[in-house]
């Protein structure tokens, strides 16, 4: 991954990304330098695959109404239009996302990096991105905010889970257009898997990576030990001795 010399050169416009996209997603590239929130930037007629992409985003979001937060220019801020077939649970596709930032920050890095079930990547203990999957006019549109060149005085100091960006954990500046690229093939990639088996074909990819294993936590504020992810992307969890299988959900954990 090339270093990054001066901020200026550090472009995601459509010149810099498009001569970089490898597979058939990213087209069209819906780029613009400042937006409300990328996941409102795809018309839901696009073609499967279509991408948008902002500098800075002036709405940014997570789940369940709270807030994504990135300095103009410092990450990348993604939003791919995706079209399921029917019957299938969306919310796994958070996990689907969540596995190719996983695989596209270790390419980076070259670290070892976790998934935080259900949506958030980690590396080192911090959360270097979040997945966001939501279903529009019939169509999913999956949300990547992954942590680039923030410095740590750069990232939000209130977040209940500790933010780490590619910069913060090995100091390095990195061009965002050749990652973003990376990232979507990822997603590409992964998302094909997916549709053609279930969440257990990517097991190999997510089992290894699962942050909460055999951790202590509270999931929608009930305390409990998390078992796995399971083969079919649930979280197992043992509550006072009681198995439980948990579909989606808000999860703290004892650090
Ligand atoms: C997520 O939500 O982690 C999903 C984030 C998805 C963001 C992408 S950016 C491109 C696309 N367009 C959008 O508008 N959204 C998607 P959640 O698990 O709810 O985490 C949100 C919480 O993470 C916030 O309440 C903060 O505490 C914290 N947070 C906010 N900005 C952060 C950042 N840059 N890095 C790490 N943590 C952050």
Redesign the pocket.
Known sequence: MAALETPQADSIAPAAVEPLLRGGFGRPYVYSERC?????HLDPGLDEGAVAA?DE?T??????G?????PAGS?I???VLLRPPAGRRVAELSLVGGIATALTVERALGLSSQIKWP??VMVNRG??????AETREGVVIL???L?VN?GREE??A????P???LRTIDGVRRMRAPLLADLVLEVERAYKVWGAGEIAALFEELGPRDFLRNRRIWVDGEAGQAVAIDRSGRLEVNVGGEQRFVESGEVRYER
Do not use: F, M, Y
């Open positions: 409300d929130s990328t996941q409102t902002c985003q709405e940014g979001r997570g789940r369940l709270r807030r994504w937060i990135a990450a801020l993604l939003s949506n958030d959360k270097v991105a979040g997945v966001l949300g990547v905010g942590n923030q990232l939000p209130d977040a209940p889970v933010p780490a960006s």
